[in-house]
């Protein structure tokens, strides 16, 4: 049975390796999905089911020009991109080439935590880091490998090393090769974003750290402050987009 007529949106944030799809209403998710491919028969289906009103995508790919047409036609849509009016100051000195997903999740951050200095630690298959003042300006960040990555380029790239899936529970010193590599990975990146972490909250005091992604449980469970996980961070920064045009349009 369908929902009831009212206002929502469609939200559709495109990573490099799936698509996140959350349908919201009056700011919450009232359906979600994650699809490898996503195509024109997934997203009928769900417009048959709810009644859209307005549709955006952020993608790290390139824009499928087919689906983009398909949902203009039936709704009010968006492309994110760098001229997408935002409720923030983005201070990002070459906003064209900014990844649309970490202009999401700030944004999607500064909604969820107000007048707050907010450390965004996105970590899929790169790991981002993205500081947002309690002013509202985004000041940029820093981009390096996600583990998976990392463990991917240490095998690529020698001659010995073997390819090793990334798992919690290694000790720092690692007693053999297999350990010693999991140490690098795990143990560095982690360290690596409490480096970030301690920058952040030395330059501007009180900071909140908010952890999404992929490898969002595993930091949750070693990054050592305290945390707040957002899995779906960036899809609520996409649905504050949309309203933020709604309401700058009226």
Not at 20 to 45: C, H, M, S, T
Not at 51 to 56: D, G, M
Request: with cysteine; glycine share 8%; proline share 4%.
């Amino acid at each position: 049975m369908s929902p009831a007529s009212s206002h929502m949106n469609l939200c559709i944030d495109i990573g490099n390796t799936r698509a996140k799809i959350a349908v919201f209403q009056d700011g919450k998710i009232i359906y979600y999905e994650e699809r490898k491919n996503l195509g024109v028969r997934a997203l009928g289906k769900i417009l048959r089911e709810f009644p859209i009103e307005a549709s955006i995508i952020s993608s790290t790919r390139h824009q499928d020009e087919k689906v983009c047409a398909w949902l203009e036609e039936r709704t009010e849509f968006e492309w994110l991109d760098h001229q997408t009016p935002v409720p923030i100051v983005n201070l990002y000195q070459t906003p064209k080439t900014l990844g649309k997903d970490r202009l999401a999740g700030v944004v999607g951050v500064q909604a969820e935590f107000p007048d707050k200095n907010c450390l965004l630690i996105d970590a899929g298959t790169c790991i981002t880091v993205d500081f947002l003042d309690e002013s509202g300006n985004y000041h940029g960040g820093s981009i390096s490998p996600g583990l998976h990555l990392r463990s991917r380029a240490l095998h690529n790239f020698t001659k010995k090393l073997p390819l090793i899936q990334p798992e919690a529970g290694t000790p720092v010193e690692g007693k053999t090769t297999r350990e010693a590599i999991l140490s690098g990975i795990m143990h560095g990146t982690t360290l690596e974003l409490e480096g970030f972490i301690r920058h952040y909250k030395k330059q501007f005091g009180s900071l909140k750290v908010i952890v999404t992604g992929g490898d969002t449980t595993f930091f949750e469970k070693h990054i050592k402050t305290a945390i707040f996980a957002r899995p779906k961070i960036v899809l609520f920064g996409l649905n504050q987009i949309l309203d933020f045009k709604s309401l700058s349009t009226r």
